[in-house]
C-alpha cells in the first residue's frame, strides 16, 4: 500500500515539473525562432572586404517591413508581438530627406547673394553715376575691383572698356550705367564656358569624380551637399572616403550618405592607404551599377609635396578602373588671391575640370570667380552660400553677375 502511494507521488511530482517546464520551453522556443547565430566578422555577408572597408548599407525606406519568417509561431500573441517589433523599428528608421530641387536652390542662393554680396555692384554702380568721372573716380573703380579679387590683369581690361564705353555713351543715368555694367562684368565672367558636371554613366561603368582641396575648405561638406544635387536630379550614388587622416571624415560623409539614401565606401581601419579605399569604391560602383562614384580626398597644403604626390596616385590608382571624369578643386572664396595660389598647384598634380567655391555668402570677394578662371581657364561650376544641406548650386554667370547689381 505505501509502495503503491509512493508511487502515485511520483506520478503526481512528475506531472506537475512537466507542466511547468511546458511554457518556459515555448517561450525559449518562439525567441529563438530567427536566430542565425553570431555572424562571423571576416564573413563577407557582414559588410567587410577582403581590404578591410566597409560599405555602408542603404537606410530602409521608412514604414517598409519585411515579411513575417515562414519559421515564425502562428499563435495571436506571436503575431501581435511580431507587429509591435515592426512598428518600433518603423519609428526608429530615420526618415530619407527629399533634397531641395536646383531650381529652387538658384532662387534662393541669388536672393541670398543679392543681400550680402553686392558691394562690388553697388560701388561700381555709385561711381560711374557721378556727375563728373574724372581720373579719380576710375582709380576708385580700379580698387573696387581689386579688393573684390577679380585681380590686376583682369581689372585693367574692365577700366579699359568701361572708360571708352562711359565716353561714348556719355550718360550718368543709373538705368543705362546698371545696364552697361551688366554687360560687361557677364563678359568678364564668361557664360560661354562649359559649366555642366561630367556625371554621365557609361556603358559599363560610373562616371568617377574627385574632390580635392586644402584643409578646412570644406571638401566632406561639399561632397555631401553635392550627393544632394545628384539625388534631386535621379542619379544613383555611392560615396567614396578616402579622407583616412582625418577621423571623422568617414563617418561624416556616411551621415551626409545616409540622409538621402547614398551608402558610403570607407576603411575600417585608421590611417588606411586612401588610394585603396578610391579603388574600393569605384570598384563598388561598378559592381552596383550606379550612375555616379564620388571620392572625398584629404586636405593637403599645397607646398607639401609628398602629399600632392600621394594625391596624384589616389587618382592613377583609381584609372586603373576608368577615368576619372570630374576633379572639381574646392576653395574658399574668402581666401582670396591665396586661393589662386591653391589652384594653381592643384592644377599641376591633377588635371582640375571645374571649380567649388565656399563661404561666397558676406563677403565682397565675388571677383575670385574671374581671378581663377581667367587663371586656369577652368570653370566655377558649384557655388556654396551658407551651412545648410542644400546651400549649394550650379554656377550660373548671368544669375551671379544679376545678384552683383542687386
Do not use: C
Not at 320 to 342: C, H, P, R, S
Not at 390 to 406: C, G, Q, R
Request: charged letters at 25%; proline letters at 5%; glycine letters at 8%.
Amino acid at each position: 500500500m505505501n509502495q503503491t502511494l509512493a508511487t502515485i507521488v511520483y506520478i503526481v511530482v512528475g506531472l506537475a515539473i512537466i507542466g511547468a517546464l511546458i511554457p518556459v520551453f515555448l517561450k525559449a522556443r518562439k525567441s529563438g525562432a530567427n536566430y542565425t547565430g553570431p555572424r562571423d566578422a571576416n564573413d563577407p555577408a557582414a559588410g567587410a572586404s577582403a581590404s578591410g572597408t566597409l560599405v555602408e548599407d542603404r537606410p530602409a525606406a521608412p514604414g517598409v517591413t519585411s515579411a513575417p519568417s515562414p519559421s515564425a509561431p502562428a499563435d495571436t500573441a506571436a503575431v501581435e508581438e511580431a507587429a509591435e517589433l515592426r512598428a518600433a523599428e518603423a519609428e526608429v528608421a530615420p526618415a530619407l530627406e527629399t533634397p531641395q530641387p536646383v531650381e529652387g536652390r538658384l532662387v534662393r542662393l541669388r536672393s541670398r547673394l543679392a543681400k550680402s554680396n553686392n558691394a562690388l555692384g553697388k560701388g561700381l554702380l555709385a561711381l560711374l553715376s557721378r556727375d563728373t568721372i574724372d581720373e579719380s573716380v576710375w582709380e576708385e573703380v580700379e580698387e573696387t575691383l581689386l579688393l573684390a579679387d577679380i585681380g590686376t590683369a583682369p581689372t585693367m581690361e574692365l577700366v579699359d572698356i568701361l572708360r571708352e564705353r562711359v565716353k561714348v555713351l556719355g550718360t550718368r543715368d543709373p538705368e543705362h550705367v546698371r545696364a552697361l555694367l551688366r554687360e560687361e562684368l557677364i563678359k568678364l565672367v564668361d557664360p560661354t564656358m562649359d559649366r555642366s558636371l561630367n556625371i554621365s554613366r557609361h556603358e559599363d561603368r560610373p562616371a568617377i569624380l574627385m574632390v580635392v582641396g586644402v584643409n578646412g575648405v570644406g571638401k566632406t561638406t561639399t561632397v555631401g551637399k553635392l550627393a544632394r544635387v545628384l539625388v534631386a536630379e535621379d542619379k544613383d550614388v555611392l560615396l567614396g572616403a578616402a579622407d583616412t587622416f582625418r577621423a571623422a571624415a568617414a563617418e561624416q560623409l556616411a551621415t551626409w550618405g545616409a540622409r538621402v539614401g547614398v551608402p558610403t565606401v570607407k576603411s575600417d581601419v585608421d590611417g588606411a592607404d586612401p588610394a585603396s579605399v578610391a579603388f574600393e569604391a569605384v570598384k563598388a560602383g561598378i559592381e552596383q551599377e550606379v550612375d555616379v562614384v564620388m571620392i572625398d580626398t584629404a586636405g593637403r597644403l599645397q607646398n607639401k609635396v609628398g602629399l600632392m604626390d600621394e594625391l596624384g596616385k589616389v587618382k592613377r590608382v583609381i584609372e586603373k578602373q576608368g577615368t576619372v571624369d570630374e576633379i572639381l578643386l574646392v576653395l574658399d572664396a574668402t581666401t582670396g588671391q591665396n586661393g589662386l595660389t591653391q589652384a594653381k598647384v592643384f592644377a599641376e598634380v591633377v588635371n582640375i575640370t571645374g571649380i567649388v567655391l565656399t563661404k561666397l555668402d558676406g563677403t565682397a570677394k565675388g571677383g575670385i570667380v574671374v581671378a581663377i578662371q581667367k587663371a586656369l581657364g577652368v570653370p566655377v561650376k558649384l557655388v556654396g552660400l551658407g551651412e545648410g544641406a542644400d546651400d549649394l548650386a550650379p554656377f550660373d554667370a548671368e544669375n551671379f553677375v544679376d545678384a552683383l547689381l542687386n
